[in-house]
């Protein structure tokens, strides 16, 4: 087979790459899947329980142990803008934090009393804030938006 430049597409990092091929990371671009992998992630680091929400178009992975600081050499912010290697979940897997950053509109990470917004503009009045504070005894929280999926506690008509 014979290649031309127009075959050849140039992916800059990995946040294009997984949003060029998502087939190749999840099954389905939805929060759902993309807050179950973040919580099996979490679930293979910590022995606390991991909790899993939605509300509205939020979605909340938390832990009352810090699964994000278990990985040496390796800041928060890189697990959601880099393919980190993830042995414990087996042969070439990654720290599924980076999908967020591919798929979801708004994303921010709560370590105790520091938040961190990963991604997008999060008002100080938002509601996820004060969901958040409601709970102090998580030690992490990963909560992100997906704005194009119905909200939790839609009822439809039919």
């Not at 992916?11 to 939805?30: S, W």
């Not at 008002?123 to 709970?135: D, G």
């Not at 990963?142 to 939790?152: L, N, W």
Request: aromatic share 6%; net charge negative; proline share 6%.
């Amino acid at each position: 087979m014979k290649y031309t430049t127009a075959d050849l597409c140039i992916i800059d990092g990995p946040i294009q790459l997984i949003q060029k091929r998502p087939h190749m990371f999840v099954h389905l671009v939805n929060g759902l899947e993309l807050a179950s992998k973040v919580a099996a992630g979490a679930c293979l680091l910590v022995e606390e329980p991991v909790n899993l929400q939605r509300k509205g178009h939020w979605w909340i992975v938390a832990s009352e142990q810090d699964w994000m600081t278990n990985q040496a050499n390796v800041s928060v912010q890189d697990l959601f803008l880099r393919n980190i290697p993830f042995p414990e979940a087996g042969p070439n897997s990654m720290h599924p934090e980076v999908l967020l950053t591919a798929f979801a509109d708004r994303i921010l990470t709560q370590n105790g009393e520091e938040c961190l917004v990963i991604k997008g503009t999060i008002p100080s009045n938002a509601e996820i804030w004060q969901h958040l504070k409601t709970n102090p005894q998580w030690k992490r929280t990963v909560a992100f938006e997906m704005t194009d999926e119905e909200p939790a506690n839609h009822v439809s008509d039919n």
